[in-house]
């Protein structure tokens, strides 16, 4: 079966260091990776997606980045926080055969930034 | 841009009574689909339905989806406490990427 690990739970840094958020998927192969921002009591706003190995759509300009070095694995960095980079990360996979859309989440990372 | 609008915001209701939550979206889709969140957790799929579907069941679940009106809704009948939790929508269009609307925060009073 297919699982997804995201890491750390929660991270406090401070403004100005950096940031890297990794996720691994297991059990599938050439997964769509996502990566979501949570603000508080709102929606998921969609920061990065990847169809494949070194390839990263983003959707809204900011002070992150994303990679995927590897098929099942997709990170996200910052080379210096925000204060306003604050808030919950969840990563997601998508490509279950026959499911199109169906969407799988970690559980999340809460960043604060100090 | 979220794609789907969710509505109630919030919505407080008895155990045993039905929670019912609507959402409306803008350009057509392929499917539509229902997630749940626990405070502070990832996201769980609840159900998913097709653009050629009407209404699916599941457990304590139903979804109707109306294209005409771009607008799904999702009931959750003989709520339990253990229903609490924030409900979203969401939709793949043309894009592929399962875009959110802003949640119905649910509250069932034990």
């Known amino acids: 079966s297919q699982t997804i690990h995201q890491w750390p739970a929660t991270l406090v840094q401070p403004v100005g260091s950096p940031l890297s958020l990794e996720c691994t998927v297991e059990g599938t192969s050439n997964p769509n990776l996502y990566w979501y921002r949570q603000a508080a009591g709102r929606g998921l706003q969609l920061l990065f997606y990847s169809v494949g190995i070194g390839q990263i759509s983003s959707e809204v300009p900011q002070n992150l980045s994303a990679s995927r070095p590897q098929d099942r694995q997709f990170i996200l960095s910052s080379k210096k926080l925000l204060l306003s980079d604050s808030g919950f990360y969840l990563c997601?996979?998508?490509?279950?055969?026959?499911?199109?859309?169906?969407?799988?989440f970690g559980q999340g990372t809460r960043l604060t930034v100090v | 841009s979220q794609q789907g609008e969710e509505d109630p915001q919030a919505l407080s209701i008895q155990e045993g009574e039905n929670a019912t939550m609507n959402c409306s979206y803008k350009?057509?889709?392929?499917?539509l689909q229902w997630y749940r969140q626990n405070s502070g957790r990832g996201l769980v799929h609840l159900i998913l339905?097709?653009?050629?579907?009407r209404e699916k069941h599941s457990g304590r679940l139903r979804v109707t989806l109306d294209t005409s009106k771009k607008s799904s809704s999702l009931l959750i009948t003989a709520s339990r406490a253990a229903d609490t939790a924030s409900y979203f929508c969401?939709?793949?269009?043309?894009?592929?990427?399962?875009?959110f609307g802003r949640g119905t925060s649910l509250i069932v009073h034990p």
């Open positions: 969401a939709t793949l269009g043309g894009s592929y990427i399962p875009t």
């Open positions: 997601a996979w998508e490509g279950r055969a026959g499911v199109e859309g169906e969407a799988f």
């Open positions: 350009t057509s889709i392929n499917n």
């Open positions: 339905i097709r653009s050629n579907e």
